[in-house]
């Protein structure tokens, strides 16, 4: 019997003393902290959806560059960006990047997380916050909330930017832009490219349309240009062993490659796609007024947004940099 004690507690002691050792390791390396930090970093649903009927609220009166209902949306997103510690970008005093576009003032809003070893390489998350604004005239509902179309990529955009801000893991740069005046011809997106060098931009990943179930399948997205570089391959790769998977765009004839932001990097040579989960071909909603967050599923955002997290995890360290793009158009 005693003999068993002694042996009992010559282990407790060793165990005791071995986790002294781990405490004091910890404690030594702020790299363990960061981990744990790391752990915390989540996508939340409520999180998602509080976002959504926010941007997609009659307050915002369908989100018209110029309008009074722009101006409150690109107010709730400036806010979000502050409370998640977001950084301005190069010699922009504020997050708003203001241009003059057929005599209306607008702005692209852009927050970045700077990276810790590559700060010079960024990768870009987008999304575009403007959409068709009001009806003129009629009855009825006269509002476009465009909640689909791309209140739900803004969600994407603005949950990425937090749970990468927990997350604190980012060698590259992360730049978070949401677009102004994508629906009058990808104009926002047009005025940002002009204004940067595009060798620093490793990646572009834009989210459009990505609150609805697709025809691939529940827990899957869709990629336009999948073949124009190897991005996808790569998010294929990042995504293996979980149970959600990305699919090349399968409407290569509506030509979706060349009608979102992407593009607007794509033509500068930076492998810059969209991720998107929404049957375009037979949505009813689909620049319709009816275009409210009640039509969306929640849940289908959420795993979407977390599978856009996931997929583009590599790219995010550094230790993945996709093929660049080459358009002959
Ligand atoms: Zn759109």
């Given at each position: 019997m005693k003999k068993t004690t002694l042996i009992f507690s010559t282990l407790l002691l060793t165990l005791l003393s071995c986790k002294q050792i781990a405490q004091t390791k910890s404690e030594e390396k702020p790299a363990n902290i960061e981990n744990e930090n790391s752990l915390k970093a989540k996508i939340e649903s409520v999180i998602v959806k509080k976002h959504l009927y926010a941007l997609s609220s009659d307050e915002m009166?369908?989100?018209k560059p110029g309008t009074e209902g722009m101006e409150k949306a690109t107010k709730y997103i400036e806010n979000e960006y502050k409370r998640i510690g977001l950084k301005t970008f190069k010699d922009?005093?504020?997050?708003?990047?203001?241009?003059?576009?057929?005599?209306i003032e607008m702005s692209n809003i852009i927050g970045?997380?700077?990276?810790?070893?590559?700060?010079d390489e960024f990768v870009i998350v987008s999304a575009h916050h403007d959409h068709l604004g009001m009806k003129k005239d009629g009855e009825g509902d006269l509002i476009f909330n465009g909640a689909n179309d791309d209140a739900s990529g803004v969600v994407g955009?603005?949950?990425?930017?937090?749970?990468?801000?927990?997350?604190?893991?980012?060698?590259?740069?992360?730049?978070?832009v949401c677009f102004t005046a994508e629906e009058i011809g990808l104009v926002g997106s047009n005025y940002f490219g002009?204004?940067?060098?595009?060798?620093q931009f490793v990646a572009g990943i834009n989210l459009e349309l990505i609150g609805k179930q697709p025809k691939t399948g529940p827990k899957t997205a869709w990629l336009t240009g999948f073949n124009r570089s190897d991005?996808?391959?790569?998010?294929?790769?990042?995504?293996?062993?979980?149970?959600?998977?990305?699919?090349?765009?399968?409407?290569?004839?509506f030509n979706l490659?060349?009608?979102?932001?992407?593009?607007?990097?794509?033509?500068?040579?930076?492998?810059?796609?969209?991720?998107?989960?929404?049957?375009?071909?037979?949505?009813?909603?689909?620049?319709?007024?009816?275009?409210?967050?009640?039509?969306?599923?929640?849940?289908?955002?959420?795993?979407?947004?977390?599978?856009?997290a996931k997929g583009t995890e590599s790219i995010i360290k550094g230790t993945d940099t996709p093929t660049r793009i080459k358009l002959t158009e």
């Open positions: 009166q369908g989100r922009l005093n504020s997050y708003r990047q203001n241009f003059i576009h057929d005599n970045m997380l700077e990276g810790s070893s590559k700060k955009v603005l949950s990425l930017a937090e749970y990468y801000a927990q997350k604190g893991n980012n060698e590259r740069s992360i730049l978070f002009k204004n940067i060098d595009p060798e991005f996808g391959k790569i998010i294929q790769k990042n995504l293996k062993g979980t149970d959600y998977q990305l699919f090349p765009d399968p409407y290569t004839k490659f060349f009608r979102s932001d992407n593009a607007s990097l794509a033509k500068l040579g930076v492998p810059s796609h969209t991720f998107s989960t929404t049957s375009i071909d037979t949505d009813e909603h689909y620049h319709k007024v009816s275009d409210e967050a009640e039509t969306l599923n929640i849940q289908v955002l959420t795993e979407t947004v977390k599978a856009v």
